[in-house]
Structure formats: structure tokens, C-alpha cells
């Protein structure tokens, strides 16, 4: 079942991902990152009273509020990395050292998956790097203006986008077992805080597009349930796989833009979609 629940994860991750890149091309991307949280916190809420056998502890809000903070800070750092530097250079390496934290983490702290098991890790985190890659700069990326400091400062934007995804799935996975809905109630508060205060420093709140309000709803849904699905599976499951398999998201996010945008699957794209396939397969195995 936790299997399940990290693909399940990574479907809906990568999905949210697609359809917020869809909205950013209207609205500012502080925007759809505030309105987004703003509808899945309303869901959120609704979701809430289904769960009131639970009891709200103080570790289960602390540690979600912290992994609240983590999550808002790496989208801040990735998406500023995406705007400085090549983005197939800047998604793999927020993605796999996204997944390759939590395994580290997870085995230092006493977790031992089955030999099947930690190969199929491995093959996810290889699929992870493959699928998110692309050879091709867009056309912004040649532009003169990419000095090669900023293609520095936008690797360095990635790294530490990966360690604060990273730092996402330790915390929530800290908040502990049969805590119901409560870490992800106070991952989403601090949350809106932080991408409030955001907002009023850098002063980029616009208006929505009418257009993109689909997409940013979509987005917010999407995300709740990608986070309650990562919550549950690694409660009950290993934290250096569940963290893996969700970490697998550009694969979803690479489909949809095939099937909707008909944009070209490379390769290497390809062939880390088959990877991850083997991966889950040994994973599932062991």
C-alpha cells in the first residue's frame, strides 16, 4: 500500500506541476503559488472534520509547520533557479537530490530496505534524473543576457531547492504515524504565511488571468491530495522509498505535456520512463 500511495503521490505532484506551469504563463508565479495553497486549503478544511478521531498534538502541528516553511522556500529557490539558469539542467538536480535526501536520511537513521529493494531505489533515482532532463536550451536560455554567473546562481538555486524538498518529505515524515490530517493543516498555515510575506516584500502580486483559474484550482487540489497521499504512505511505509517513488513526479508532468502541448519526448525521456518502471517493479518486489 505504500507503494501505492508514493506513485499515487507522484502522479498527482506531477500534475499539480503541469498545471500551475500552465497558469504562470498568465500570472505571476507568486500569484498562482498563493491562490493555489489559498483553494487547497479550503479543501483541506473540508477534508478535516472526516478525520476528527484524530487528535491534533503539538508534534503533529510543529513538524508540519516546519516542513511547511521547507516546501514554501523550495518552490521559491526552484522556481528562481528555472528563471536564471537551463531548465534541463535545474530539474534533474532539484529532483534527485530531492529523492537522494530522504534515502540518505533514512538510512543513517536505522531504515534497511531489502538488496531488491535499494536497487529499485536506485533505478528511481537514475528515471528521476532522465525523465526530467532535455538537451534542448529554450530559447531564453541562449539569450545574451545568461551570463554565466546567473547560470551559476541558478545552480546554485537548485541545490537548494533539492535540499528543501528534501527537508519537505523528512519533517512531514516526522510529524509521526496516526496523526491524521493535522501536519499538513500546519504545513499549509505557515505556508500561506510565508508566501504572504513574500508577496508583500517583493510586491509581485497581480491579478489572476481569468484563463489560468482552472489551472490554478486544479493545481491547489492536486497538491493537497499529492501531500496527503505522500503523508499516508510514508507513515506506513519506508521513508527512503515512499520519498523516491513520490520524487518520480516529472514523469507525470512529461506525459501531460506530451498528450496535451505534443511536446517531443526525448530519448533520454524515454528511456527514464522505462527505467522508473524497472525501478518500481524491484522496489515493489523486495
Not at 536505522?110 to 532532463?133: F, M, N, Q, T
Amino acid at each position: 500500500m505504500a507503494i501505492i500511495l508514493g506513485l499515487a503521490a507522484a502522479l498527482t505532484y506531477g500534475a499539480a506541476d503541469f498545471l500551475g506551469g500552465l497558469a504562470t504563463k498568465r500570472t505571476k508565479v507568486w500569484t498562482v503559488v498563493l491562490v493555489s495553497q489559498l483553494i487547497g486549503s479550503l479543501l483541506l478544511l473540508a477534508a478535516i472534520p472526516f478525520f476528527l478521531d484524530v487528535a491534533p498534538t503539538a508534534r503533529a502541528l510543529t513538524w508540519g509547520a516546519l516542513s511547511g516553511v521547507a516546501g514554501s522556500i523550495g518552490v521559491a529557490l526552484f522556481y528562481q533557479g528555472l528563471s536564471l539558469g537551463r531548465m534541463g539542467a535545474i530539474a534533474p538536480i532539484t529532483a534527485v537530490e530531492a529523492a537522494s535526501v530522504p534515502v540518505v536520511f533514512g538510512l543513517v537513521s536505522g531504515e534497511r530496505p531489502s538488496p531488491l529493494a535499494l536497487g529499485g531505489v536506485l533505478l528511481a533515482l537514475v528515471a528521476v534524473a532522465l525523465v526530467a532532463s532535455s538537451s534542448e536550451p529554450a530559447a531564453e536560455d541562449v539569450s545574451a543576457s545568461r551570463t554565466e554567473g546567473a547560470m551559476r546562481s541558478g545552480l546554485g538555486h537548485a541545490l537548494g531547492a533539492g535540499l528543501a524538498f528534501g527537508a519537505f518529505f523528512i519533517l512531514l515524515d516526522r510529524a509521526g504515524d496516526a496523526t491524521g490530517l493535522w501536519p499538513l493543516a500546519g504545513a499549509r498555515a505557515s505556508s500561506l504565511v510565508l508566501t504572504s510575506l513574500a508577496l508583500v516584500v517583493s510586491r509581485g502580486w497581480d491579478r489572476p488571468d481569468r484563463r489560468s483559474l482552472p489551472a490554478i484550482a486544479g493545481a491547489g487540489a492536486l497538491d493537497v491530495a499529492a501531500n496527503l497521499f505522500y503523508l499516508l504512505g510514508s507513515q506506513i511505509g519506508l521513508l527512503s522509498i515512499v520519498a523516491v517513488l513520490t520524487s518520480m513526479y516529472p514523469a507525470t508532468t512529461v506525459l501531460l505535456a506530451r498528450v496535451t502541448l505534443h511536446e517531443r519526448l526525448e530519448r533520454t525521456q524515454l528511456l527514464g520512463l522505462s527505467v522508473a518502471v524497472a525501478g518500481v517493479i524491484a522496489i515493489g518486489a523486495g
